[in-house]
Nanobody
Framework: QLQLVESGGGLVQAGGSLRLSCAAS????????MGWFRQAPGKQRELVAA???????IYADSVKDRFTISRDNAKNTVSLQMTSLKPEDTAVYYC???????????????????WGQGTQVTVSS
C-alpha cells in the first residue's frame, strides 16, 4: 500500500503562486509514476500534470507554462509549483500514484491506483 498526503493548498489572489507537496510512504516511491489532478465543484476530476519515474512530464494545456511538476525520490515527495494562478484554477487538488511497475505518466484518473485526500486551492479575482 502507498499512502499519499498533500499539503500547501490555500487562498491566493489571482496572479499569485502556491506550491503543493505530496508526501508518499508505505512502498517504493521511485518506480511509481505520479500525477496531480483537480476537481472543481460540478466538474469531473481532470489531470493537471504527471511525471514518470524517469521524470518525463505531461501537462494539461490550461496549465502549461504556469505549473511545474517535480519529484524528489530521496524525500519521497512530488511537488506542483503553481504560478500566475487564475480563478479557474480553483479546485481540490489530488496527488495520485500509479501502482505496480507502471512507470509511465498517464492522463486518465482511472490509471492511478492510490490517491491522497486532496487539498483545497482557492484563487480569488
Amino acid at each position: 500500500q502507498l499512502q499519499l498526503v498533500e499539503s500547501g493548498g490555500g487562498l491566493v489572489q489571482a496572479g499569485g503562486s502556491l506550491r503543493l507537496s505530496c508526501a508518499a510512504s508505505g512502498r517504493t516511491f521511485s518506480s511509481a509514476a505520479m500525477g496531480w489532478f483537480r476537481q472543481a465543484p460540478g466538474k469531473q476530476r481532470e489531470l493537471v500534470a504527471a511525471i514518470s519515474s524517469g521524470r518525463s512530464t505531461i501537462y494539461a494545456d490550461s496549465v502549461k507554462d504556469r505549473f511545474t511538476i517535480s519529484r524528489d525520490n530521496a524525500k519521497n515527495t512530488v511537488s506542483l509549483q503553481m504560478t500566475s494562478l487564475k480563478p479557474e484554477d480553483t479546485a481540490v487538488y489530488y496527488c495520485a500514484s500509479r501502482g505496480g511497475l507502471k512507470v509511465t505518466a498517464a492522463t486518465m484518473a482511472n490509471e492511478y491506483d492510490y490517491w491522497g485526500q486532496g487539498t483545497q486551492v482557492t484563487v480569488s479575482s
